[in-house]
């Protein structure tokens, strides 16, 4: 029996799915079993059992942290406009202009095509660090295309870290993170900082390249 | 300080009385974990099970992604804030839980496409089911009911059979046919 049909079998029989090698068919088959099946009425209401066991389990997770709330109240209180300033100091001339719900577009207009790492090993999902002293950041690629961020929290401009496991940026600073393609994630500032900014990336000569400003910034 | 917050959202009239300055958080915000967890346990389990196709996988994935999600959130964030996380976290558990079985990604998880699917209140409205009626409106008459009887109406294999009037392995047969076709149909269907 093909992998599709095994898994077809297995979820009419509301079995888990098993491990198998599968083709691009195989996959189409099973992505169309899945839609028909997420079609049939009050098939997917959770059971009301497995939904109180994990509450319970959750509720004693969290029973087992400290809660401190003063530290977030603290934050809190942080200044917007100082972070707007800071934000302005440093990448100023490089960011277009644009409501701080959008991401802007670092264009230096001193740049130079810099190397960040093979095309080639740029895989699909992948995602590198680069540091170029005037500009740092990440680029990845999803869906086959390739983006490059900012790698500078927009709060207050700490060096964001990357957590491959949980496909994020983290700042060490004030516990905000960013997807790798540069939105918000969560932070606990008193209003949601933009996100970043994003650099101009090309595929060239076999390598991905990143546009980056000639001097410091 | 959960408590308080609690109090102050079950009692309206107190908490109008309250000034203003002193609210610390969005009024569209949970009052601690259990909100986050109570408000949104059904509509993770709703897409993963669209997802995956399967209660046990459903259960298990929906789990990873409250289990996950609890140390790093605060729990005072706000609803747009937690169902951002939480669908984040949920398309990463998703990929990972592909790549684990099949080594594909059979279905994904897009922030911009699926978020109407966690903040829907009722619940979602079914878009699977409309596409699957495209679908299957495409389909010669046999072909789409032996994918009803299957997939829809929870028939096992012996009744669509007798229902069709055909032997057990010729509905093994049918169906496979027709969900092929189905498969071509829809893909048709997106470009």
């Given at each position: 029996?093909?992998?599709?049909?095994?898994?077809?079998?297995?979820?009419?029989?509301?079995?888990?799915?098993?491990?198998?090698?599968?083709?691009?068919?195989?996959?189409?088959?099973?992505?169309?079993?899945?839609?028909?099946?997420?079609?049939?009425?009050?098939?997917?209401?959770?059971?009301?059992?497995?939904?109180?066991?994990?509450?319970?389990?959750?509720?004693?997770?969290?029973?087992?942290?400290?809660?401190?709330?003063?530290?977030?109240?603290?934050?809190?209180?942080?200044?917007?406009?100082?972070?707007?300033?800071?934000?302005?100091?440093?990448?100023?001339?490089?960011?277009?202009?644009?409501?701080?719900?959008?991401?802007?577009?670092?264009?230096?207009?001193?740049?130079?095509?810099?190397?960040?790492?093979?095309?080639?090993?740029?895989?699909?999902?992948?995602?590198?660090?680069?540091?170029?002293?005037?500009v740092t950041g990440f680029v990845q690629r999803a869906g086959g295309d390739v983006h490059a961020v900012s790698g500078i929290c927009t709060h207050l401009g700490c060096r964001l870290a990357l957590d491959m496991a949980a496909l994020r940026l983290n700042c060490p600073c004030h516990r905000t993170a960013f997807t790798v393609d540069g939105a918000v994630l969560f932070h606990q500032l008193p209003s949601t900082p933009p996100p970043l900014p994003r650099l101009q990336v090309r595929e060239n000569a076999g390598n991905i390249e990143v546009l980056v400003p000639q001097r410091p910034v | 300080m959960a408590q308080r917050f609690r109090a102050r959202r079950d009692a309206p009239?107190?908490?109008?009385?309250?000034?203003?300055?002193?609210?610390?958080?969005?009024?569209?915000?949970?009052?601690?974990?259990?909100?986050?967890?109570?408000?949104?346990?059904?509509?993770?389990?709703?897409?993963?099970?669209?997802?995956?196709?399967?209660?046990?996988?459903?259960?298990?994935?929906?789990?990873?992604?409250?289990?996950?999600?609890?140390?790093?959130?605060?729990?005072?964030?706000?609803?747009?804030?937690?169902?951002?996380?939480?669908?984040?976290?949920?398309?990463?558990?998703?990929?990972?839980?592909?790549?684990?079985?099949?080594?594909?990604?059979?279905?994904?998880?897009?922030?911009?496409?699926?978020?109407?699917?966690?903040?829907?209140?009722?619940?979602?409205?079914?878009?699977?089911?409309?596409?699957?009626?495209?679908?299957?409106?495409?389909?010669?008459?046999?072909?789409?009911?032996?994918?009803?009887?299957?997939?829809?109406?929870?028939?096992?294999?012996?009744?669509?059979?007798?229902?069709?009037?055909?032997?057990?392995?010729?509905?093994?047969?049918?169906?496979?046919?027709?969900?092929?076709?189905?498969?071509?149909?829809?893909?048709?269907?997106?470009?």
């Open positions: 029996m093909s992998p599709a049909r095994k898994f077809v079998e297995d979820m009419l029989a509301r079995r888990r799915v098993r491990r198998a090698e599968t083709t691009e068919d195989d996959a189409a088959d099973i992505r169309t079993a899945i839609l028909l099946n997420s079609a049939r009425p009050g098939g997917d209401r959770p059971d009301e059992e497995f939904v109180a066991k994990l509450g319970a389990r959750l509720a004693a997770e969290a029973d087992g942290k400290p809660k401190g709330n003063n530290r977030r109240r603290f934050v809190q209180t942080t200044s917007v406009a100082a972070a707007a300033a800071v934000l302005g100091a440093t990448v100023d001339h490089l960011v277009q202009p644009s409501p701080a719900t959008e991401e802007a577009t670092i264009v230096p207009d001193q740049g130079q095509w810099r190397a960040v790492v093979s095309s080639a090993e740029l895989v699909e999902g992948a995602v590198r660090p680069f540091d170029f002293g005037t | 009239a107190d908490a109008e009385q309250d000034p203003p300055r002193l609210r610390v958080v969005d009024v569209d915000a949970y009052p601690d974990w259990d909100a986050i967890y109570r408000d949104n346990v059904e509509r993770v389990y709703r897409l993963m099970y669209a997802k995956v196709g399967n209660r046990p996988d459903a259960e298990d994935l929906t789990t990873e992604v409250f289990m996950t999600a609890l140390r790093p959130m605060r729990a005072s964030a706000s609803v747009g804030e937690v169902r951002a996380y939480l669908l984040a976290t949920a398309r990463t558990v998703l990929a990972t839980f592909w790549r684990r079985t099949l080594g594909r990604e059979i279905t994904t998880l897009d922030e911009q496409r699926d978020v109407g699917l966690l903040t829907g209140d009722p619940p979602p409205e079914d878009t699977g089911a409309t596409e699957v009626d495209r679908i299957l409106a495409e389909l010669p008459d046999r072909h789409r009911r032996i994918l009803q009887l299957r997939f829809l109406e929870g028939c096992s294999i012996k009744e669509a059979a007798v229902t069709l009037g055909v032997s057990v392995s010729n509905a093994k047969v049918l169906q496979h046919r027709a969900l092929r076709q189905a498969t071509a149909v829809a893909e048709r269907m997106r470009t």
